[in-house]
């Protein structure tokens, strides 16, 4: 149950290694990075809230034996040591490296932070407020991990000078409410997609050390491996009801969220090029890679997966790209009509990326998988 990072070994409850790493944040908030990590837009992670009552009331009878396997696994906590920097941290020259990589690079830790730490968040409030022994014990690892995740990058960021206030994120950020359902499907596709990025990228790197510029990437690896088993708890938790993914209306918003989730992602990677470019990395295959894999996975618990190969999808989601560009360079602008238009442009683009007909996908009986790439 413990934060490990770089400077703490011992923490003995998630609350006691939140307060340390908001302690640490506090020691070297940037004002910047907090208010990055603050934004709302349609494309920054958000926090989120839900009803708890409803959620408490989840019964894993039907997926029991699987159930008690993937908590057996989480309790003996195979990553309790691995978030903690030792000798193969490099050192690192913030002050020499590219201006525009260490702006998209920081851009990229912060949001990173965010989205663990919004995990953490959700994750721990779920077990604060609930009393049936299944669902707490699970929101209580996962939060365990998330704080860890968060607590690590926290500790990169601080090295270049710059933290996150996330002691102030957890007071001020606003949160959005989702329907129970709907945080199933959105969790569980962000803790897989997370997945998928993590492992790609250091597949990527160990093939092609030399473009490894910073540390952080080395422990992706085992990280990603604490997403995956979050992600296997959503899918099974969304298999303890039939409904939740075979009705119709169901199926709709999965496919809703899929496409949200991938377009973001397009979107967002796209707008850090620098990024990208240190790293080796083509965006737009990185992107289908990531897709292609979470589509994959995904085959666990959805009916249906988006077909990213199908003749509009690319297309459907530059013309997505330029229309949140110009609404960014819009609002910069102060343009009433420059953001109408992108936003209605977006809008447009997003309904052309839903109405592509998805492809139909048979769930297997059993649903456990293993991390394979
Ligand atoms: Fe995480
Ligand atoms: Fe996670």
Redesign the pocket.
Known sequence: MNIQTGHSADATTVEEGLARVEAQAADFTSEDATALAMENTLLTPRFYTTDFDEMDALDVTPVREDWDKLIAQMVSDPNKGHFKKNEDWDHIDWDGMDPELKKEFIDFLVSSCTA?FS?CVLYKEMKRRGNNPDVTQLFQL?AR??AR?AGFINDALREAGIAVNLGFLTKEKKYTYFRPKFIYYATYLS?KI?YARYITIYRHLEANPDQRFHPIFKWFKEWCN??FS?GEAFALLMRTDPKLTESHVNKLWIKFFLTAVYGTMWVRDHARPAFHEALGVDIDWYDQEVFRKTSTIARQVFPLELDIDHPRWKPTLRRLEAAFNDLDAAKARGSLLGRLTGSARAGLAFASLYTIPSKRNEVPASVRLEPAY
Do not use: A, P, Y
């Open positions: 663990e995990g996962m991990d998330e995740h803790e997370g604490d997403e979050h």
